[in-house]
Nanobody
Framework: EVQVVESGGGLVQAGGSLRLSCAAS????????IGWFRQAPGKEREGLSC????????AYAASVKGRFTISSDNAKNTVYLQMNSLQPEDTAVYYC??????????????WGQGTQVTVSS
């Protein structure tokens, strides 16, 4: 059974940082890359970043490039999303997904329950 579990969300002031974690299990070799998307109330889902855990390829959305960094600890099957310089518009539920890391940031079939990130002004 595929499981994807996010953690690390919370409340932070504008300009602050948070690190999200994603632990995955039950995946196959065809869908072992991990990525993140977010969704704010009334807005469309937005792909953020992903990492190919075999060759280290990373992709980022333009909206977060330079502020967010994705990394992987393969021994722990855990991926991290370091988020710096957070702004109120980053407020959303952040979801981790399991799939294939491509530039489109949209190739996935499994995702977790999400973790809330709230940035106050």
């Amino acid at each position: 059974e595929v499981q994807v579990v996010e953690s690390g969300g919370g409340l932070v002031q504008a300009g602050g940082s948070l690190r999200l974690s994603c632990a995955a299990s039950g995946f196959t070799a065809d869908e072992e890359d991990i990525g993140w998307f977010r969704q704010a109330p009334g807005k469309e889902r937005e792909g953020l970043s992903c990492i190919n855990r075999s060759d280290g390829y990373r992709a980022y959305a333009a909206s977060v490039k330079g502020r967010f960094t994705i990394s992987s600890d393969n021994a722990k099957n855990t991926v991290y999303l370091q988020m710096n310089s957070l702004q109120p518009e980053d407020t959303a539920v952040y979801y981790c997904w399991l799939g294939v890391c491509e530039k489109s940031l949209s190739e996935y079939n499994y995702w977790g329950q999400g973790t809330q990130v709230t940035v106050s002004s």
